[in-house]
């Protein structure tokens, strides 16, 4: 029964990570060649950010820059774009899941005290495309990025060149659909509704984690040893605040391992590596977006990466697979839990337009590649 109660709390991506992990080694006998698996770099350097970005929300920082720019009397409109594109733009910076994290909430509270709720779906749902789309555009604005940045030796030009026009596009798309928000006009009484956060901020702490994310930055663009990193983010938080580290994402992290070990030892199974490469390279873009509706966009950068020919295709093609189903990107599934919590009659409703808007996207994004590629 235990066994059972932990299963269901066990997050399901980890355990079929690990599930994979275990069969595979199976058919290749555990040896030394397993550490040479796992892309430590990646792992640190994700592990930093978890922290950075941790120190950040732990002293309130981006809850105080949502609130600034909402102070003032604003339409609908102009209050859907700020929170929308918010995700968006942090997404770059701070991550998707942080972005999702840290804004959705923020919104369903602002839309709620101001009375208006009809735009908390619509909202919510543009924020967390946003927020995916905007984060593929950097190294550092999602998992997928970070790993592959970092992987295939891509230089920052070429990394952002590649998805600098979907970017674009997502731009064009979420300006389009906020102008269809109802009574958009209407004016929105939002000083009440935004209440600062009620975290303390410690000004030191916060110059303090602005130079290690500068640091985290040298260290993705190469110029500092990742190790370095490494080192003075967990000393300097163990000074600041040490709970801190508890909360990095070691779910994300443990994922990451299981993965790298399924998939190198895939890699070192003849047959099956020849199968893969002659299903995957050349098919990247299309391929991606695949496999991502069913295993979502990390996974499937992990298992594809060793059989890719082209790797700004695939960069192009676990991005953009993370529009489509809700677990297509897994931090999807912090905006549905969030709204789900708040409005949980309305979860049907949620799921539908989610659909809706994410094919839509989907589609542009595709237009794009292919008109791109002729």
Request: hydrophobic share 55%; charged share 15%.
């Amino acid at each position: 029964m235990k066994q059972m109660t932990w299963l269901k709390k066990c997050d399901p991506v980890l355990a079929a990570a690990w599930i994979l992990a275990i069969i595979s080694a199976f058919f290749v006998t555990p040896d030394k060649s397993y550490i040479s698996y796992i892309d430590f770099r990646s792992l640190g350097i994700l592990w930093s950010l978890m922290v950075i970005i941790q120190g950040f929300s732990e002293n309130g920082v981006f809850e105080r820059i949502a609130g600034g720019m909402l102070k003032k009397e604003k339409n609908g409109l102009q209050v859907g774009a700020i929170l929308v594109f918010l995700c968006f733009f942090s997404g770059m910076l701070i991550t998707n899941d942080v972005a999702l994290l840290t804004f959705v909430p923020f919104a369903i509270m602002v839309l709620k005290d101001a009375g208006r709720e009809d735009l908390t779906i619509r909202v919510v749902v543009l924020q967390t495309v946003a927020a995916n789309l905007g984060s593929m555009l950097t190294p550092i604005g999602n998992p997928q990025n970070l790993y592959l940045y970092g992987a295939t030796g891509m230089s920052l030009k070429q990394f952002t060149g590649s998805m600098l026009p979907y970017t674009l596009l997502t731009v064009a798309l979420l300006v389009i659909m906020l102008l269809f928000l109802p009574e958009k006009t209407k004016r929105i009484r939002t000083a009440g509704a935004v209440n600062p956060s009620q975290k303390d901020s410690n000004s030191m702490e916060v110059a303090a984690y602005g130079v290690l994310f500068l640091l985290a930055i040298l260290v993705v663009l190469r110029m500092i040893p990742w190790q370095v990193l490494l080192g003075i983010t967990f000393a300097l938080t163990m000074v600041l605040d040490a709970k801190i580290l508890k909360r990095a994402d070691y779910v994300l992290l443990l994922t990451f391992v299981g993965f790298f070990i399924f998939t190198g030892n895939i890699g070192r199974i003849p047959q099956v590596h020849h199968m893969l490469k002659g299903l995957i390279a050349g098919h990247e873009f299309f391929t991606a977006i695949g496999i991502s509706q069913v295993i979502s966009n990390v996974p499937a950068t992990l298992l594809m990466m060793d059989f890719a020919k082209d790797y700004e295709e695939l960069l192009r093609g676990v991005n953009v697979g993370g529009l489509g189903t809700l677990i297509a990107s897994m931090a999807s599934l912090i905006s549905y839990k969030a709204f789900s919590n708040a409005y949980s009659e309305k979860k049907g409703k949620y799921l539908l337009y989610f659909t809706g808007i994410n094919l839509l996207f989907l589609a542009g994004m595709v237009l794009l590649h292919q008109l791109s590629g002729l």
